[in-house]
């Protein structure tokens, strides 16, 4: 029997402004509503949700897990309100803060996707890396409709290297997507701390610091960890230190916001792109 579920966000939200940019092989996010394809328990179902104007969101999914799923991929109930009051002023991110208050980065469905995702972005440009995990999550999962679910680190390790290459991945990421996959329990990742994850990924060939903040943003949804060298805030740093900046330069933007760099890195990145930082007129000091 269907179901349907009246989820209350904590903190403030946006489904409109969280989703954008968020459709992928298994989901499409657009005009504030939500749609994705779910593996439960071995059978494809459809969830879908939307936003009301007083800020619940709506939800009709074929289970009870399809709703959890809404829950957690949306992070409804990780409520940043602290992240919002601590840095409203920041000279940086303060403009962007009070502006997209409502933002929160969407999580994937398995830890295994976000690895994927992890894998495929690194050092390109982010359409070719979407299009590489589309393509390897359409070769590895269950379509209903024009969805696909999200593949698990079983629908992964089934792959060898030379197949994940012939699908665009290169021989060295797909080694590594295909060893963790065979090697490590990623939804297991979700029960230990932060730190102790950070710890256990930075020993692993082929994952540096970008890689592991994508695991733990997006596959976790914790906000300690920020997305390190990633290449959108290297250009940023570069716009605001007027010269060219290597990645690991711009760990320097995220340090000021200590436990909230994963959180920080997501804003920084939406502020740059909609011309919410202050790059002009008195620069912020390297």
Not at 30 to 41: F, K, N, P
Not at 63 to 79: I, K, P, Q, T, W
Not at 80 to 98: I, K, W
Request: charged share 25%; hydrophobic share 45%.
């Amino acid at each position: 029997m269907p179901i349907r579920a009246e989820l209350r966000p904590r903190g403030p939200y946006s489904l409109r402004l969280s989703g954008r940019l968020g459709s992928d092989a298994t989901r499409t996010v657009a005009g504030g509503t939500y749609r994705a394809t779910v593996s439960i328990d071995g059978r494809l179902e459809r969830v879908h949700a939307v936003q009301r104007v007083d800020g619940t969101i709506v939800v009709a999914a074929s289970s009870e897990a399809g709703v959890e799923h809404v829950r957690f991929v949306l992070a409804l109930e990780d409520d940043h309100s602290e992240f919002l009051r601590r840095f409203a002023s920041d000279p940086l991110l303060g403009e962007t803060v009070r502006r997209l208050r409502g933002l929160r980065p969407l999580r994937t469905a398995t830890v295994a996707q976000a690895l994927l995702r992890a894998v495929a972005g690194q050092l390109i440009q982010a359409k070719r890396a979407r299009r590489l995990e589309q393509g390897v999550i359409r070769a590895a999962t269950g379509r209903l409709g024009d969805l696909h679910a999200a593949p698990t680190a079983s629908d992964l390790a089934r792959f060898s290297p030379a197949q994940l290459g012939r699908l665009g991945l290169g021989a060295r990421r797909a080694a590594t997507l295909v060893r963790l996959c065979r090697t490590l329990d990623l939804e297991a990742l979700k029960t230990q701390p932060t730190e102790a994850v950070v710890r256990r990924l930075a020993r692993e060939r082929g994952l540096g610091p970008w890689s592991v903040g994508v695991l733990c943003l997006q596959g976790l949804g914790r906000y300690e960890r920020g997305l390190a060298r990633d290449l959108g805030l290297a250009k940023l740093a570069s716009a605001l230190w007027g010269r060219y900046v290597e990645p690991e330069e711009s760990d320097a933007l995220l340090a000021p916001y200590e436990g909230w760099q994963g959180l920080a890195s997501v804003y920084l990145l939406a502020g740059y792109a909609r011309g919410l930082l202050p790059l002009t007129g008195e620069r912020v000091a390297a």
